[in-house]
């Protein structure tokens, strides 16, 4: 599986942003989705995971009720949403796949990893 993430960028604190990640492959429904970020001299922390259905869906504390994961099988894509951003939440998102049948937030238990897309907030 190769992935692509998109849709980085900067914004103000307060604004929104949705990112992508468009995977290759047949398979895609058969793996759980997962986004991470690193910021700067900091460890890669979990933020969100979807299960292949997309009916499972899992949040970091620091992002729930303002980031939405979900997923288009048909398109091969699965997205994060990004309400009301904080400059805290600035890093490099990555999206990842796992053929893991337990949804998980160990970084350690994905398999693929896209290449990252920066996302900045400003305050």
């Known amino acids: 599986v190769q992935l692509q993430a998109s849709g980085g960028g900067l914004v103000q604190a307060g604004d929104s942003l949705r990112l992508s990640c468009a995977a290759s492959g047949r398979t895609f429904r058969t793996y759980i989705m997962g986004w991470f970020r690193q910021a700067p001299g900091k460890e890669r922390e979990f933020v969100a995971h979807?299960?292949?259905?997309?009916?499972?869906?899992n949040y970091a504390d620091s992002v729930k009720g303002r980031f939405t994961i979900s997923r288009d099988n048909a398109k091969n894509t699965v997205y994060l949403q990004m309400n009301s951003l904080k400059p805290e939440d600035t890093a490099v998102y990555y999206c990842?796949?796992?053929?893991?049948?337990?949804?998980?937030?160990?970084?350690?238990?994905?398999?693929?990893w896209g290449q990252g897309t920066l996302v900045t907030v400003s305050s």
């Open positions: 979807v299960s292949g259905s997309g009916s499972i869906t």
């Open positions: 990842a796949a796992t053929s893991l049948g337990t949804p998980t937030r160990y970084r350690h238990d994905y398999d693929y």
